[in-house]
């Protein structure tokens, strides 16, 4: 049988089409414009018709400061290792907040957007990866109030000392964006057939909050039972900052690693899961 | 001829009622038998897509599909109901992936039925427009050089910086069409049955259509309307239960896909199958309808030429409803209507309680030598809006020679459909 030539096809829909990185980073490349719209969209559309506007970045995690400050600071007096009380809590709102958005937002991708997904195509993923980038804005923008907290501490005080550590924010924020995009993807993926877990997504998240240092110092966990809270990958990610910007906190690299390890096992089990479902989920959702 | 799309033995599978109880049983099912090799259990199960048996909880809605489109065709797909014409649109727009199969294509694909999808009422018609063509696959470049064009196809004017929200319904559709016009795929699908609209848009919708195929494009087009499929395609495609049954050229489809209640039996069907309704609110219901000489009110599905009949049909209301109009509708053998009565040009309307009825019309017109059928609509006269609508049933056939055998119908090829009352005057003048 002759080989017909000119057969080239630019596209091949089959039933199982394997995962290949190679093929999804050309893709999340084609698509970028979509990528940088669907974020625009987001952040225009968040505080449209409020009268504070963007102001609300600010309010937020000022709010919840002065709430953990007086119920945890003040009423059950949990210790802040020296650190300034606003600064300390801060510090760990600002970093779990990004976290807790990107898993709480990307985990609803199927199910929010089954109407646009049951009558056009596009790669999926741009979706969960839009909401990262989106976060990500929203936590530059309170890294920012973070900051002027700092200095203003930093000038008025001498409990601050940071050091050397401090350059790891880059690669702490990206732990953070991986763990929480890879756990997002693969909750949504599992919630298009079970929805059971939509009702234990927020609480689990709220639950894995207290078991990082963000309300209490590490060195308030006893000795015997610290590797148990450093399992939790966010614990590094958020004494790693501690401990380069304020000068407090248990920094240890081999913690940092593992955290490593995990988000990026994290970020590739979600793909692939992710990459499976969105095939045939408008079937099942 | 250079294929641009090949349909390559795909079946899709679907599971019929609620998601949710069994799914994780099955689930752990299937990866136990693929842990040992073997293949899938559910997937040997499943009838055919007939919605009337139910044998199996699974459902093939395709199964088997074979097809080959060359480049520049314009292809009319037709089926009933159910037939599986959503599902093969819903596989070649990637919303969803076949459980067997392989489909290829060359170019972009796009549909004309995704009109404004994925529009944000809280942005701009011109944000929302930089949105929706990158949705569909646009790249921000191609769009910001289409914008002009764009922007005057949809007559928005100077709305466009507005948030969509403040639009009215038929400026959003005018906008989502503009988008996807100015999309230029190498093929082409559009769903005449989903699209949204006036007559007005619609109308659109087929001009744009008529132009990408006279760019020697591809359209696949999808409808129940055979006027349009006979005008617009060159080949037709019949499905019928999840199965391709018929290929060819579209006027063979057309009357293929009409014949097909007749052709397995010559018993006569006058009961009306639910399944047969176009459009049915519930209020009202028709049962049967039949054609009848005046020797007896049996059902025929033969008459001579310029033999008298009458239409004799029940109907079932369920409630009381006032106002109401029925339509009979003559169809040809392409289902295009070649003439119309309604009641209330003729009396009062309807004012009908609960309970059954017998509508009796004779027909005042003889029917030149062909294939015929019925279309039958009850209606709300004042508001237009349908009860129930029956679009192509009981197919007959009038014949060429009269009653008595001694006249018949004169030429070999029959002129028009309805014969017209002769009254000539030829004078010298």
């Not at chain 1, 225009?44 to 600071?73: A, D, E, M, N, R």
């Not at chain 1, 990610?237 to 690693?257: A, D, P, Q, R, S």
Request: aromatic share 14%; glycine share 6%.
């Amino acid at each position: 049988m002759v080989k017909n030539q000119n057969e080239k096809w630019t596209l091949i829909i089959s039933p199982n089409n394997k995962f290949k990185l190679n093929n999804f980073s050309k893709l999340l490349f084609k698509y970028k414009d979509l990528l940088f719209l669907f974020v625009k969209r987001d952040f225009v559309s968040q505080y449209k018709q409020t009268i504070l506007g963007p102001l609300w970045f600010f309010i937020q995690p000022l709010l919840t400061t002065i709430t953990f400050t007086v119920i945890f600071g003040n009423l059950a007096k949990i210790p802040t290792d020296g650190v300034p009380k606003i600064l300390f809590y801060m510090s760990g709102i600002t970093f779990w907040n990004y976290f807790a958005d990107c898993v709480n937002k990307t985990c609803t991708t199927f199910v929010l957007n089954q109407g646009l997904f049951s009558k056009v195509y596009f790669p999926r993923i741009i979706v969960p990866f839009s909401v990262v980038m989106n976060n990500l804005l929203k936590f530059g923008i309170q890294f920012l109030l973070l900051l002027l907290f700092w200095l203003y501490f930093y000038f008025s005080t001498k409990e601050i000392n940071p050091n050397y550590t401090i350059s790891f924010l880059p690669l702490l924020v990206l732990i953070m964006a991986l763990l929480g995009l890879g756990l997002g993807m693969i909750i949504s993926s599992l919630t298009t057939k079970y929805r059971d877990l939509t009702f234990l997504v927020s609480f689990g998240v709220q639950l894995m909050m207290y078991a990082s240092p963000i309300v209490y110092p590490i060195s308030l966990v006893s000795y015997e039972y610290k590797w148990l809270i450093f399992l939790n990958p966010m614990t590094s990610v958020i004494e790693t900052f501690k401990y380069g910007f304020l000068g407090h906190g248990e920094h240890e690299f081999i913690w940092l690693l593992y955290s490593i390890v995990i988000s990026i096992i994290v970020f590739f089990v979600g793909l692939v899961i992710f990459n499976k479902v969105e095939k045939s989920f408008i079937d099942t959702v | 001829m250079e294929s641009i799309l090949k349909i390559e033995n795909v079946s899709k599978q679907y599971r019929l009622g609620l998601v949710g109880t069994g799914t994780l049983s099955h689930d752990l099912n299937r990866w136990w038998s693929r842990i040992r090799g073997k293949e899938d259990p559910y997937l040997k199960i499943g009838s055919t897509n007939d919605r009337n048996t139910i044998d199996s909880e699974y459902v093939w809605a395709l199964k088997g599909i074979n097809l080959d489109i060359k480049k520049g065709e314009v292809v009319g797909i037709i089926g009933r109901n159910g037939a599986g014409k959503s599902t093969l649109l819903k596989l070649l727009s990637q919303v969803t992936n076949p459980t067997s199969g392989e489909i290829k294509i060359k170019g972009r694909i796009a549909s004309l039925l995704e009109v404004g999808t994925g529009f944000h009422p809280e942005l701009t018609g011109r944000e929302n427009v930089y949105l929706n063509g990158a949705i569909l696959g646009m790249s921000k470049i191609e769009i910001a050089s289409k914008f002009d064009k764009i922007l005057d196809f949809s007559g928005i004017g100077r709305y466009i910086d507005t948030p969509v929200k403040r639009y009215s319904s038929g400026m959003m559709v005018r906008l989502g069409f503009a988008v996807a016009a100015h999309l230029d795929p190498e093929i082409l699908v559009v769903d005449e049955v989903l699209a949204v609209g006036d007559a007005d848009f619609q109308k659109k919708c087929i001009a744009k259509m008529k132009e990408v195929a006279s760019e020697g494009r591809t359209v696949l087009f999808v409808s129940h309307n055979m006027t349009s499929i006979r005008n617009l395609c060159k080949r037709g495609i019949v499905l019928e239960s999840g199965l391709v049954t018929y290929v060819g050229n579209s006027n063979d489809a057309i009357s293929y896909y009409l014949n097909q209640s007749k052709k397995n039996d010559n018993i006569i069907v006058s009961q009306i199958d639910s399944n047969l309704s176009v459009h049915n609110t519930g209020e009202a219901k028709f049962k049967s309808a039949f054609i009848t000489n005046f020797e007896n009110d049996n059902p025929v599905n033969e008459l001579f030429y310029q033999e008298k009949f009458k239409i004799i049909s029940k109907i079932e209301i369920y409630k009381d409803l006032e106002n109401i109009s029925i339509s009979i509708s003559l169809l040809n053998e392409f289902g295009e209507t070649i003439s119309y009565a309604y009641y209330a040009n003729s009396r009062d309307l309807l004012e009908l309680e609960k309970g059954q009825y017998i509508i009796s019309f004779d027909m005042p017109i003889d029917l030149m030598p062909g294939n015929f059928a019925l279309g039958l609509s009850i209606y709300h006269f004042y508001s237009g809006s349908t009860i129930d609508y029956i679009d192509y049933f009981y197919p007959f056939k009038v014949n060429k020679e009269t009653n008595d055998k001694k006249k018949e119908y004169p030429w070999a090829t029959v002129r028009g459909y309805v014969e017209m009352n002769n009254s000539w005057h030829v004078k010298k003048i």
